[in-house]
């Protein structure tokens, strides 16, 4: 059975109803050992919405380059937040994601009026939201915010790996692959290194 991939329908809704604009709101970098969580958030114009959206997991990197170029070229708002290793390991990595989410949508040049937010822990903000589960698998607004996190998250383990090069960032983008957590035991922790996670808390 061929899966149906996001689309427009809640959106499409809640713009019937007078509820506009609506963002979709999603963050990347859970696991990494290393670098920023990131979030961001779209607001999607209802009359050209871009093609080729999906979840960004099942993008290859080429495809999530090419819809995020969509995105920006026509999305009505787009915002993207950080929050770094440092204060992942001081708030830990459940509040580092919900703040960065916070974040993106203060960024917003737009205020949305709705937030449409990927998995089931809203972050903490001031406008009503709805949590879907697997939300960039069927909310396109949300599926953008997944294309658009990640594609930043990863530009920036790139130029992180520029500084750090022992690691691999620019391929592993901090998750924990076999080159990586090597480096990590010859060479200990860089500054990009979330230390509260383990293997760091042992090095």
Known sequence: MTRA???FAIEARLRR????????????????????VAAAAVILDPKR?????????????KQREEAF???MASALA????FVTAQEIDRINIRRASLAAMA?????????PAYLLVDGNDPPPVACPCRAIVKGDATALSIAAA????????????????ILYPHYGF?????YAARKHLEAIARHGASPAHRLSFSPLREV
């Open 17 to 36: 109803k007078g509820v506009w604009p609506v963002a979709g709101v999603d963050e990347v970098g859970r696991g990494p050992l290393a670098g920023p």
């Open 170 to 174: 620019e391929t592993n983008v901090g």
């Open 146 to 161: 997944s294309i658009v996190a990640k594609v930043a998250r990863d530009a920036m383990m790139r130029r992180v790996a």
């Open 78 to 81: 787009v915002s993207v937040a």
């Open 103 to 111: 974040r993106a949508v203060a960024g917003l040049s737009q205020t």
């Open 5 to 7: 991939g996001p689309d």
């Open 69 to 71: 170029e969509r995105i």
């Open 49 to 61: 919405p871009p093609s080729g959206l999906d979840d960004s997991k099942v993008l290859t990197q």
